[in-house]
């Protein structure tokens, strides 16, 4: 079967729209570029659809150059026959191909080789024909002593033919097969903590000092737990197979003719090929694979977590004070326009040991007054809480507060993004903590846009993130942020490098070129101009222009999702229809819905050459064109007064906002120092199997206290049974 004919199979997709979307990844398409403008080549193919497409492809591809290296090697040692050809033709992974490979892989002196250097391997070929009338194997081994070649004795003779036979055995690859797929559906880890008298120092891992549980049953986020506490050295982990079964099993398939005076011998190297040689390599692959298993399941939960961050919606049109919380050195703060451009900047000391509440209070409220602050964020690290109860207490004396509230801002890596080139280039006369708080209050202005400036990795919105593959979470992450930024669309004259880094087909070098030309130039009047940008060709532009935006551009369509490919469509379109281009964006085209009323839209894409997605694309973009999908969203949850955890009781119904999502449930912001904890059972009156099905982060949730925890901050909370709004 061709990979095409396969992967349509496995994801029970058409043959055609497979190879098309294939096709057109060979041509160097991207996966925004193929989900957006080539849907009727893909069937209307979802982007991730594609995405899983194009991973299974990726791997379908090297295993098929992973089959033609090992043919090609195996081939050169004149080993390859017809059998075991076909067998690695027909291999489903590259775990089988490797076991087919084992025999033939060049391996380091082992006993086996040893033995047949001592000429003992017809005496292990005779153990295995095992012969019902075969000599007694001490007599049958005594003509292969020779101690020039360091065979003393029959019994040693013996123990080398035994040692043939156990590689054998061991390089049987469905012996392999069956050892791995029993050693995964039976096998316990068992994990104990490593040195008793460092109890203390390991608490963290206290539920896992006399722990065990079925490979089967372990949930992904245990797994990483336990291989980072060993890692650390705080744990001991064995994977303790089923022994017995599994040797029984081996000498039963090694054991044919059971009347063999050969049979003890052919049992006990059968053991031996267990223990010595399977065991220690086949636990060390189901552990892999466990660990590869709870990876790809860690990845998943932060690149949707990292996806609902990056869509949570912008708040427009407000000036923001960003304040970046600390205690010795003061509390940074700096004033953002509407746009997002650094007004002012400075340090206030509210908190311990200054505590200058007076003074502090003095410089906010004079920026309250003279920017007409309309939101404030404070980061949430070190002196969060101390800053939070202090400007609360600001917000709560003024006269007219009219709708001014503040937001505590996820710090995830803004240090990272602080001590940054990009920084730097930024803000070049500015301290490194003056940049941070320049980050919290962009973040709040415009998440996606100041998000993209940090590796996705350090904004903080997964678990064990930074003990999985780090190779395979940058691509999925990169991925994730791709998929948004073309999700949303991006301001060709506004745009950082680091956002148009992320827009299809464009690179970080001709992201720069992009910024470099729009400082020469000045700002871009059209889409066309894109082709003046340095490296910037005709493969480049088709790519990326779709996704680019250009608010007040000379063209109505370069500031739509339409792709200059379709202006000619668009503009028969409207013209058909009795609008023009200057109606695009204005109340006028209200009327569209309405003329289309009892129109076949098939027929209007055959007169107008396009097919019916794009038609569809066409009149969505038209009727909406600057619809942001993070509209649609929550918005913040802005607090006025603040919470203590002292505070808190059971029963207590509070409003919080959903700042991670784990496999075992969601951690809430509820307005104090700590988040709670919603446990996957108690996040819904109905089942829930995974704590994404019931909440995302970013949400504004009702939850209830189940229970506080004073001593170590933690909080137990419910979205379960709650009392009805009032």
Known sequence: MDIVSRLAKELSLGTTQ?????KLFDEGNTIPFVARYRKEQTGEMD??????????????????ERKEEVLRLIGEQGKLTPELEAKIASAESLQEVEDLYLPFRPKRRTRAMIARERGLEPLAALLMAQAADMPAPLEAATPYVDPEKGVATPEAALAGAMDIVAEEVSDDAEVRKEVRGRTSNEGVLSVAIADPAKAQEAAVYQMYFDYREPLAKMPPHRVLAVNRGEHEGALKVKLEAPRETIVYDLQRRVVREPNSPAVPYLQKAAEDAYDRLISPSIEREVRAELTIRAEEQAIKVFSLNLRNLLLQPPIRGRVVLGVDPAYRTGCKWAVVSETGRLLETGVIYPTVPQNDIAGATVVVRRLIQKYKIGAIAIGNGTGSRETEAFVAGILRELPDPA????????????SVYSASK??????????????GAISIARRLQDPLAELVKIEPKAIGVGQYQHDVNQGRLEDTLGGVVESVVNAVGVDLNTASPSLLSYVAGVTPTVAKNIVAYRDKAGRFDSRKELKEVSRLGDATFTQCAGFLRIPGAGHPLDNTSVHPESYAAAEKFLEKFGFALADVGTARLGLLKLKLKDTSLANVATELGVGLPTLRDIIEALEKPDRDPRDELPKPLFRTDVLSIDDLKPGMVLRGTVRNVVDFGAFIDIGVKHDGLAHVSELADRFVKHPSDAVAVGDVVRCRVLGVDLQRGRISLSLKGLPPEQ
């Open 403 to 414: 709708g001014l509230g503040y937001v505590i801002v996820s710090e995830a890596g803004a």
């Open 422 to 435: 990009l920084a730097g280039s930024e803000f070049p006369d500015l301290d490194v903590s003056i940049r």
């Open 18 to 22: 497979v190879g098309n979307a294939v």
């Open 47 to 64: 982007e991730n659809v594609l995405r899983d497409l194009h991973e299974r492809l990726t791997y379908l591809r090297k295993l098929e």
